[in-house]
T-cell receptor, first 112, second 115 residues
Framework: QKEVEQDPGPLSVPEGAIVSLNCTYSNSAFQYFMWYRQYSRKGPELLMYTYSSGNKEDGRFTAQVDKSSKYISLFIRDSQPSDSATYLCAMSATSGTYKYIFGTGTRLKVLA | GAGVSQSPSNKVTEKGKDVELRCDPI?????LYWYRQRLGQGLEFLIYFQGNSAPDKSGLPSDRFSAERTGESVSTLTIQRTQQEDSAVYLC?????????????FGDGTRLSIL
């Protein structure tokens, strides 16, 4: 079993829809949770960075962490065609380590 | 400000040749990371630098792979006697310091194709 599982998609939604992207993990030591957006032929771009459980909102993006279920989510409101990309989750344990464990990414396509 | 810069953006070479990939991190970032991204797969950690030292090289796939960093700045990843399975995107990231509480910022990668 992989440490981090992410549905590869592709996920196609109409413009304006609410998108939910998810990752599950098995390592209860993970404390830091990140979401990256990666456009085709570009590097991953950090979208959201959260510590421990709870919600964090930034514009149209909301990151949610449920440590009891070992489940994290990224919600995108009012999705736009420009949101079409691959979304990668990443997570890491305590501050004593630097290693990120990445999911394989979910491809999202927002249809105009 | 300037982000992480990688060169070349694309590299095509014949099997058996050596290649060098370069990374210029964000100025002032002491931590630097190399990852490999194969098609349809997640990012695979290769090596971590803190300053010019590499305390963790555990992800380097074989002794054909090596990396160095100089001046607490530029890093070079070298692959000797390339094989077809080395074809991938090689990504570099940097962070202000090492540690999970330091978000990593990525360059656009070098797309390496081995013929």
């Amino acid at each position: 079993q992989k440490e981090v599982e992410q549905d590869p998609g592709p996920l196609s939604v109409p413009e304006g829809a609410i998108v939910s992207l998810n990752c599950t993990y098995s390592n209860s030591a993970f404390q830091y949770f990140m979401w990256y957006r990666q456009y085709s032929r570009k590097g991953p771009e950090l979208l959201m960075y959260t510590y421990s459980s709870g919600n964090k909102e930034d514009g149209r993006f909301t990151a949610q962490v449920d440590k009891s279920s070992k489940y994290i989510s990224l919600f995108i409101r009012d999705s736009q065609p420009s949101d079409s990309a691959t979304y990668l989750c990443a997570m890491s344990a305590t501050s004593g380590t630097y290693k990120y464990i990445f999911g394989t990414g979910t491809r999202l396509k927002v249809l105009a | 400000g300037a982000g992480v810069s990688q060169s070349p953006s694309n590299k095509v070479t014949e099997k058996g040749k050596d290649v060098e990939l370069r990374c210029d991190p964000i100025s002032g970032h002491t931590a630097l990371y190399w990852y490999r991204q194969r098609l349809g797969q997640g990012l695979e950690f290769l090596i971590y630098f803190q300053g010019n030292s590499a305390p963790d090289k555990s992800g380097l796939p074989s002794d054909r792979f090596s990396a160095e960093r100089t001046g607490e700045s530029v890093s070079t990843l070298t692959i000797q006697r390339t094989q077809q399975e080395d074809s991938a995107v090689y990504l570099c990231a940097s962070s202000p310091r090492g540690g999970s509480n330091q978000p990593q910022h990525f360059g656009d990668g070098t797309r390496l194709s081995i013929l």
